[in-house]
C-alpha cells in the first residue's frame, strides 16, 4: 500500500516560511493505527489526516498526529488542511468561494476557501469559551522563569494571566522584539513557582510588533522541553490570546480585527489574521485567516 501526502507551509505565502506541516488528504485510505507512524516519518511537528465525508457538501474530517499519538488542532494545522484541499482540486471551482464543514475530535466549525484572495484565502470561525486567572507569579519570579530582567516584563496596556480555552496558558506581555527574542524558559524556576500547580505547562509571551511589519502583536510560545531559542507555532494558543485581548477594559464590546506575527525574516515567519467579537465582558466568536503553500509532495512506499 502507498499514500500520499503534501508538506504545507502554514501562514506563509513563500516557500521555507510559516510553520511546515504535513498533509494526508486521501486518509480514509489509511487505517487509523499507522497515523502515528506517519506523523514520526515525516516533518518534526504536527500532520493532519483528512477524510472525506460527503464531498458534494464540503464535509470533512482532520485528525491531528504528532511523534506522540493524537494532538490537539492548531491554527497551523487547520489552515494546511485547508490548503490541501484546495491544492488537490486544481480545478475552476477552486477559484470561487467555497464553505465547507469541518469535524474534529473536539469540534465542527466552519470553513471557506476563497479563491479570489491571495491575502487570506483561508479562514474558519469558531465559537470560544474561556476561564480567566489572574493569580499569576509576582514579576519578579516571572522574570526568572522567562529568563529575562524584570524591566523587560509588562505593558501599560496589558496584564499578565492564566487563560483556559482548552488548554491553559499564562499570557505575558513583554515590553519588545528583543525582549521577545531573548527569553528562554529557565526550568528550575519554573518548578520552584507556582505554575505546576495550576497545569500551565507553557507560556505565551507577546510583544508590541516591530514598525513596518504589518502586524499589530508579535508572539512566541514557551514550552517545558524545547530547545532554548526555540520558536514553536503559536496558533493553537490565538482562541487563548483572543480572549486575554478580550479581558482587557480598553477592548471595547464590537468586533476586532488584528495581525499577529511569529518569527523572524530571516528565519520561519507566521503571519496569521485574527477577528474576534466582544460581548461586554468577554470572547464570543474567534474568526482566524492566513495564507498557505504547498512546498512539497511526496509518498509513502512502504506500509
Not at 521555507?16 to 515525516?42: C, H
Not at 469558531?126 to 522567562?146: G, T
Not at 508579535?218 to 514550552?223: A, E, N, S, V, Y
Amino acid at each position: 500500500m502507498t499514500c500520499n501526502y503534501l508538506i504545507i507551509d502554514a501562514f506563509s505565502e513563500v516557500a521555507f516560511g510559516g510553520v511546515p506541516v504535513a498533509v494526508f488528504a486521501n486518509a480514509g485510505d489509511i487505517p487509523p493505527v499507522y497515523f502515528k507512524a506517519l506523523a514520526e516519518e515525516l516533518v518534526p511537528g504536527d500532520t493532519v489526516f483528512i477524510d472525506c465525508i460527503d464531498a458534494s457538501n464540503g464535509h470533512y474530517s482532520f485528525q491531528f498526529y504528532n511523534e506522540f499519538g493524537p494532538c490537539h488542532a492548531g491554527s497551523h494545522t487547520i489552515i494546511a488542511g485547508l490548503a490541501a484541499l484546495k491544492y488537490l482540486r486544481r480545478s475552476d471551482e477552486a477559484a470561487q468561494l467555497q464553505a465547507l464543514k469541518i469535524e474534529t475530535t473536539e469540534d465542527c466549525f466552519e470553513a471557506y476557501i476563497d479563491g479570489r484572495s491571495s491575502e487570506h484565502p483561508f479562514l474558519w470561525k469558531q465559537s470560544v469559551s474561556a476561564e480567566l486567572d489572574q493569580f499569576v507569579p509576582e514579576l519578579a519570579e516571572l522574570a526568572a522563569i522567562i529568563g529575562l530582567d524584570e524591566r523587560a516584563l509588562g505593558s501599560q496596556r496589558y496584564q499578565s494571566l492564566i487563560v483556559n480555552s482548552g488548554k491553559p496558558y499564562l499570557l505575558v506581555p513583554v515590553v519588545d522584539h528583543q525582549a521577545l527574542r531573548e527569553a528562554h524558559l529557565q526550568t528550575s524556576a519554573w518548578e520552584a513557582s507556582s505554575l505546576p500547580g495550576s497545569l500551565v505547562d507553557r507560556i505565551l509571551l507577546h510583544a508590541p510588533s516591530a514598525e513596518g511589519s504589518g502586524a499589530d502583536f508579535h508572539c512566541r510560545l514557551l514550552r517545558r522541553g524545547d530547545a532554548a531559542h526555540a520558536d514553536p507555532a503559536v496558533g493553537e494558543a490565538m482562541p487563548a490570546f483572543a480572549a486575554y485581548l478580550c479581558a482587557h477594559e480598553h477592548v471595547k464590546a464590537g468586533t476586532h480585527s488584528l495581525s499577529v506575527l511569529r518569527g523572524d525574516s530571516e528565519a520561519r515567519q507566521s503571519f496569521i489574521h485574527l477577528e474576534f467579537d466582544k460581548d461586554s465582558s468577554s470572547l464570543t466568536k474567534l474568526r482566524t485567516a492566513g495564507a498557505a503553500l504547498v512546498c512539497a509532495r511526496g509518498e509513502i512506499l512502504a506500509m
